[in-house]
């Protein structure tokens, strides 16, 4: 048995994966602790994984303004010093980080310590932390086709992002009805990733009248962040059938949630869209244009050249709601995008991950000895 530290707080898109591979090691007899960020969202998200350790880890996210920058460095100091300990005390065999700046501290502790270090980047622009750490880790895991500056190809492996088990294609009519909605009329869900989305959110109000008319129901997940309490509304199309629109803060039935959808407009995150492909949910993809780097439109300009869907710009949103009934009533386009995602689903990443981490743990084998020369 390994034991292995998993760094990946900070929001939805670290720790789904942190908790997959936590998941997997865990199935094989290795011990695990999760660490995770003192923000709002991972305390929500852990709630389903009491089995689970998880610490949580001092710091907070870079920014150049000026008071937001020596908070960072005052608290990432402090998420050091905390690692460091941590390291001495647990004396890991691995230590995996999923990006962000929970992962900076641990990495850097587990590099003084000789601890093997692998990371994991989902998103096609690789984000700040796995650029700077990539150089001293022993592994790093990235999408097919990227690579990273300053890091030897040799420590170099390419794959997708492991996802949770639970998350699995379902049944629709089981999924709606685990949600509360009608199987006979079409679900249109909008989902903003971990933190929500302001602007779909207002999109969906602003567009829900004109969606029941023809009977299209919405399921919304406006985010934690966004102050928004649960609601539950019903409307009426134009043959006058009840048409449900529910709107919930938090939502940790993502199965069901994606198998009820027959068509989901979303932000472009990695996690999103490796629990799109999972589910084989066609999306509508509308990319954060104020992400770091701007990774949302690489990411989201990938999946529809794959052809999971189509891609449709902030600014443009204007022409979304055409955009959603075209695609939701056009069974031929959802068809066909639902066997692209099925395609773009045949490699399973979390396995090809966990044979590598337990190479990399496992100590080389013992070298012959040489033979003792026979007495003359």
Not at 105 to 114: C, E, H, P, T, V
Not at 132 to 142: D, E, F, M, N
Not at 199 to 221: F, H, I, M, T
Request: aromatic share 8%; glycine share 10%.
């Amino acid at each position: 048995m390994s034991r292995f530290l998993i760094s990946c707080g900070g929001t939805g898109g670290h720790l789904s994966p942190g908790i997959s591979l936590a998941e997997g090691l865990v199935a094989r007899g290795h011990d695990v602790t999760l660490l995770i960020s003192l923000k709002k969202v991972d305390a929500r998200l852990i709630e389903k994984y009491p089995h689970f350790e998880f610490l949580r880890v001092p710091g907070t996210g870079f920014s150049w303004s000026p008071i937001q920058l020596v908070r960072c460095l005052v608290t990432q100091l402090r998420g050091f010093f905390f690692c460091l300990r941590l390291v001495r005390e647990r004396r890991p065999d691995g230590i995996v980080g999923f990006g962000g700046f929970t992962s900076t501290g641990i990495a850097l502790a587990g590099k003084f310590y000789g601890v093997p270090v692998a990371l994991h980047e989902s998103n096609r622009v690789p984000g700040l932390a796995i650029r700077l750490l990539g150089r001293v880790a022993t592994r790093v895991y990235l999408p097919a086709g990227i690579r990273l500056a300053g890091v030897h190809p040799g420590a170099t492996r390419h794959g997708g992002m492991p996802v949770r088990r639970e998350i699995k294609r379902l049944p629709q009519a089981r999924a709606r009805a685990a949600l509360g909605l009608d199987p006979n009329h079409k679900v249109l869900v909008v989902f903003g990733g971990s933190q929500g989305a302001g602007p779909l959110n207002d999109w969906v109000r602003a567009k829900l009248s004109l969606l029941a008319a023809e009977g299209v129901q919405v399921y919304c997940v406006t985010g934690l962040d966004k102050g928004v309490a649960a609601e539950s509304r019903e409307l009426k199309s134009k043959t006058g059938a009840p048409i449900r629109a529910i709107f919930t803060p938090f939502c940790d039935q993502v199965a069901e949630l994606l198998s009820a959808a027959d068509l989901v407009v979303s932000r472009a995150g990695a996690g999103t869209i490796a629990e799109l492909i999972r589910c084989v949910t066609p999306a509508i993809l509308v990319p954060y244009p104020f992400a770091a780097d701007d990774h949302q439109r690489a990411n989201a300009a990938f999946f529809e050249r794959q052809g999971g869907g189509i891609v449709v710009e902030q600014t443009f949103l204007a022409a979304l709601h055409a955009e959603v009934l075209e695609t939701l009533f056009n069974d031929w386009l959802l068809r066909k995008f639902r066997g692209n995602l099925e395609r773009m689903d045949r490699e399973n990443s979390l396995e090809i991950m966990l044979q590598d981490l337990e190479e990399i743990v496992s100590p080389p084998p013992a070298a012959p000895s040489a033979p003792v020369p026979s007495a003359a």
